[in-house]
């Protein structure tokens, strides 16, 4: 399956070091996030990728260039102002293959894709969500995301606190390139505001609920704390 990654971010919050760098390549253990993201994939045979990129996009596309480099294929969409998540992939839409993985460049989810794919696959919805209970460990990030009964996604909403939202969308998806098909073109959309409700309303989006954290570097603090589980895992390796 494809995998597209959003790789556009400014990452205002990281500022000094997204002035030069859009935030998915920001340098963590000397080696940029991004690729942690593509080595995790190109181990589980995911070796088609097509990164979203816009802001200092030639930065990424100089580090991986065609993705040889690193045992994958990887392909380029360029948005030429910013369109937010929903209309960054509405542009893209050519180069979209029929069903595909969707990752957030600035999020790092060690977890078995294949095995999301096929959930995916056999599941007849339009999309497929990857949350996390963030009571097994805090990720920093608040819970967003209800599940009803049957798996599906029963409501969406990031910035309040209400005690029905007890996952946290872990910045993994799986859609179909219908969906991306209905989004107006050319407009500034938010797959969060303005896709998921829709999906959700319909009953088409599904839930995959993992017990593995995942790791954001939207502040300092997060990132600095997925560079302490890098050096915590090469210490346990070590021993």
Known sequence: MQAVILAGGLGTRLRPLTEVVPKPMVPVQGRPFLEYIVAHLAAQGLRRTLF????????????????????????????????????????????????????????????????????????????????????????GVQNNTAIGPTGLVTCYRKGVDDPELQYVEAGVLCLNREVVRGIPDQKVVSLEHEVFPILISQRRMGSAVTTQRFFDIGTPARLDEFSNSLCSSLEHRSE
């Not at 580090?63 to 542009?91: N, Q």
């Not at 794919?117 to 497929?128: D, E, P």
């Open 52 to 139: 979203l990129v816009g802001y200092l996009g030639e930065r990424v596309r100089e580090h991986f260039g065609d993705g040889s480099g690193f045992g994958v294929t990887i392909e380029y969409a360029w948005e030429k102002a910013p369109m937010g998540t929903g209309g960054a992939l509405r542009a893209a839409l050519p180069q979209l293959e029929e069903n595909f993985l969707l990752l957030y460049g600035d999020s790092f989810l060690p977890i078995d894709y294949p095995v999301v794919a096929n959930t995916f696959r056999g599941s007849q919805l339009a999309a497929l969500m990857v949350v996390y209970d963030n009571r097994t460990a805090d990720t």
